[in-house]
């Protein structure tokens, strides 16, 4: 499969605890992006990537999460401390580009979290 | 004002029926455009990339209109596997070129037999 994947797909967690979730985008993808859905509501963007490079980061993005592309491949998204708004789907797309098709986005399975 | 505004729906309609969604955007710098299609508890998937003179893909037809900020998606011929949320969605246009997704909430469709 040469989709873009993410793991783990459930992650279920205490308040308090920290999760780092993974993305593995389509292999000649150098963008990466993470995005984070809640019930009812469209993705909303956290932050993205160019090869290793950081290049924007949502307000979402509190200073308990943590995002990285170390050899600009795969990326983690890490949550210290989660709290129970930090329960949602996150998902993980790449690009090619940023205009035409190569501006079209695909997206991973996702990463379903639960605070409890 | 929200960046992407969409009829949440629900619009529930017969079996062959064609279904129109709009959307309204409000960023003028916005360069890219498409619906995405979101089946519960999934992933987007892309359906197609709106262009401004407009573009056909099977059933599907998209239309954009840059002066009015308005996006549209005609589906004909509505068929039982069309049951899903459509999402429409446009890149962000700032100055960083991140070319972030900005989506609506989504439009949902239920065709019944």
């Known amino acids: 499969d040469t989709g873009v994947s993410q793991d783990p797909r459930h992650k279920i967690t205490k308040r308090g605890q920290n999760v780092t979730f993974r993305c593995d985008p389509i292999s000649e993808h150098n963008r990466l992006y993470w995005y984070r859905q809640t019930l009812g509501q469209g993705p909303e963007f956290l932050t993205y990537f160019q090869n290793e490079a950081q290049l924007e980061k949502s307000r979402l993005l509190s200073d308990r999460f943590s995002a990285e592309r170390p050899k600009g491949s795969f990326s983690t998204l890490e949550i210290q401390r989660t709290e129970q708004g930090d329960s949602a789907m996150y998902l993980c797309?790449?690009?090619?580009?940023?205009?035409?098709?190569?501006?079209?986005?695909?997206f991973g399975p996702g990463t379903r979290l639960t605070v409890t | 004002r929200k960046e992407v505004e969409q009829d949440p729906g629900p619009f529930n309609v017969p079996e062959g029926a064609t279904v129109a969604f709009n959307c309204t955007y409000s960023n003028s710098a916005s360069q890219s455009f498409f619906w995405y299609r979101q089946d519960c508890r999934k992933e987007p998937k892309l359906l197609m990339s709106v262009y401004s003179s407009g573009n056909e893909d099977g059933r599907f037809t998209a239309q954009l209109n840059r002066a009015s900020q308005y996006i549209s998606l005609l589906i004909r011929d509505s068929k039982l596997s069309d049951s899903a949320t459509y999402l429409c969605v446009v890149t962000s246009g700032t100055s960083y070129n991140t070319d972030k997704l900005i989506f609506g909430t989504g439009t949902r469709l239920q065709v019944f037999p």
């Open positions: 797309a790449s690009s090619l580009g940023t205009s035409g098709r190569q501006a079209e986005q695909y």
